[in-house]
């Protein structure tokens, strides 16, 4: 279930939203006051088993091969192999690029066959890679944050346990990378928002679209765009077709 969590500013508690720690550790590499561009969950309810995402990243367009895209993970429960933790392939995200994606080449015949899932990363690709560093699924206590690179590959792994494996997701990017990314959050959130990105110690920045009313979490629409609208950026990108942006492009059928 993609379930963010509650937009109750009484509920927007800042050791998550605006984790010290997690912000020190984006700064160091992004930049200060990374833009938070994307809040929302994945909840992999119990009781399943066998079933799996393919490997991916969280990206379906042409993107840069330096650090631009940092997602931090909180947990509020442990997690490990026995309740679903995401299958990770830790380096992935060094030497990785838009062509080891499906969608790179849409019209390739073995993509075509792949319908039912649009994007992932491709099959010749993570073989390889397997052999060099096969993933992991981490064993993480309740509370804890993971930290990762947008680039890396990685597979939500069904949840064979009775209860559900609760994990937050928050997008940053850099200040000057220009992500259209856009946070809606009620108007009763922008004090937080205000003290989060000018207190003195790791500062955020949410690039929040504030609505005059209550917001309910469960019916904020799925609007993943990591993209760039930096042209100097995009100038520096790989020379490799654009690919597919959220909001921007057609869902081809
Ligand atoms: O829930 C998970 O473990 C991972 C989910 C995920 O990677 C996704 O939906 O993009
Ligand atoms: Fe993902």
Same mark, same amino acid.
């Given at each position: 279930m993609s379930q963010g969590p509650p937009l109750e500013p009484s509920l927007m508690y800042s050791d998550i939203?605006? $984790? *010290?720690?997690?912000?020190?550790?984006?700064s160091a590499i992004i930049g200060p006051k990374p833009r938070v561009n994307y809040v929302n969950g994945n909840t992999a309810l119990g009781g399943f088993i066998g079933a799996?995402?393919?490997?991916?990243?969280d990206i379906t367009w042409n993107h840069a091969k330096s650090p631009f895209g940092i997602v931090t993970n909180y947990y509020l429960v442990d997690v490990s192999a026995a $309740? *679903?933790?995401?299958?990770?392939?830790?380096?992935?995200?060094?030497?990785?690029?838009?062509?080891?994606?499906w969608n790179y080449k849409p019209d390739d015949p073995d993509f075509k066959v792949k319908k039912g899932f649009m994007f992932g990363i491709r099959d010749e690709k993570f073989e390889p890679r397997r052999e060099q560093a096969p993933p992991i699924q981490p064993t993480v206590k309740r509370g804890s944050v993971v930290i990762r690179d947008l680039r890396l590959w990685h597979a939500g792994i069904s949840n064979p346990s009775p209860d559900p494996r609760i994990m937050l997701a928050f997008v940053h990017t850099p200040w000057y990378y220009e992500c259209p990314g856009k946070v809606a959050l009620p108007e009763g959130a922008r004090g937080l928002v205000e003290e989060w990105a000018s207190r003195e110690n790791n500062p955020v920045v949410y690039n929040a679209h504030f609505v005059p009313t209550q917001l309910d979490h469960k019916v904020v629409p799925f609007t993943p765009n990591f993209s760039s609208r930096n042209k100097g950026f995009q100038a520096m990108l790989p020379d490799l077709p654009r690919g597919f942006v959220y909001g921007e492009d057609e869902m081809a059928d």
């Open positions: 939203w605006a $984790n *010290g720690p997690a912000v020190s550790v984006m799996r995402q393919p490997v991916h990243a $309740n *679903g933790s995401t299958e990770l392939w830790l380096g992935s995200h060094r030497d990785t690029s838009f062509a080891d994606h």
